[in-house]
C-alpha cells in the first residue's frame, strides 16, 4: 500500500504539470520538456534470503531511437521467496503536449526460477490470448544482481506464427531515480545554484 501511495503522489504532481507547455507543434505531442528523470549510481539491493525490493526507471540498453520505450516507466519490484514471484508495480507516463497523463499502475507478476544469495532469474511467457503483440510474441526474463545492484530485463521473440515482426531482443536496465517534473520558471532545476554573495558592511 505504500507503493500505491506513493505513485498517487507522483500521479497527481504530473497532472498538474504542464505550465508554460502550450503553443507546442504537433511534434511534441509525446514529448514534454519538464518532464525529466533524475539518474544514480546502482547500489546494493536491500533485502535477505526471503525477500528483496527495488525501485527505480527502465531505459533501454541501445542506444537505437528504435528500441526506445513509447512512454517513461517509473517501478517498485518486490520479489518473495515464499511466493517465488517477483511483484513489478509500473506507473506509465503518457506526456502530451501541455499535460502529462498517468495511464493508472499496471501490475506485472514474474515466475521466479533461480535465486541464491548472488541473485535471481524470473521469467514470464508470452501469452496468445492476450491483448498486446508484444505479450503474444515475446518471453520476458528479469534478472538481479544483489551485490552490484545492477537489475535488467529482456524481451525475447517467440519467432510464433503471426509474430515476424518481433525479429530481435530488446533489453532494458533498471536506472536508480524518478521522473519528476521541473516547475523552476527557467524550466533548469538541475543546474546547480549559486551561492548568494554576501556583502560584508563598510
Not at 28 to 57: C, M
Not at 103 to 126: F, K, N, R, V
Request: hydrophobic share 35%; glycine share 6%.
Amino acid at each position: 500500500m505504500r507503493e500505491i501511495a506513493l505513485f498517487a503522489f507522483v500521479a497527481l504532481a504530473l497532472t498538474l504539470s504542464g505550465e508554460g507547455q502550450q503553443g507546442k507543434p504537433l511534434s511534441h505531442a509525446f514529448h514534454n520538456d519538464r518532464l525529466k528523470r533524475t539518474e544514480l549510481n546502482d547500489y546494493e539491493i536491500p533485502g535477505d534470503s526471503q525477500w528483496r525490493s527495488v525501485s527505480g526507471t527502465w531505459v533501454p540498453e541501445s542506444n537505437d531511437p528504435a528500441h526506445e520505450l513509447l512512454f517513461p516507466e517509473q517501478v517498485t519490484i518486490n520479489c518473495r521467496a515464499a511466493s517465488r514471484t517477483c511483484e513489478e508495480l509500473k506507473i506509465i507516463l503518457e506526456p502530451a503536449g501541455g499535460v502529462i497523463f498517468i495511464d493508472g499502475i499496471d501490475e506485472t507478476i514474474w515466475q521466479i526460477t533461480s535465486w541464491d544469495e548472488h541473485g535471481l532469474l524470473a521469467a514470464y511467457d508470452a501469452d496468445p490470448y492476450a491483448n498486446g503483440a508484444s505479450e503474444k510474441c515475446q518471453r520476458h526474463v528479469l534478472s538481479m544482481s544483489f551485490a552490484s545492484g545492477a537489475v535488467s530485463t529482456s524481451d525475447i521473440p517467440t519467432h510464433e506464427k503471426g509474430c515476424e515482426a518481433f525479429k530481435t531482443t530488446d533489453s532494458y536496465r533498471l536506472t536508480r531515480g524518478v521522473y519528476y517534473v521541473d516547475t523552476t520558471p527557467g524550466n533548469d532545476a538541475e543546474k546547480p545554484v549559486k551561492p548568494a554573495t554576501v556583502h560584508s558592511p563598510k
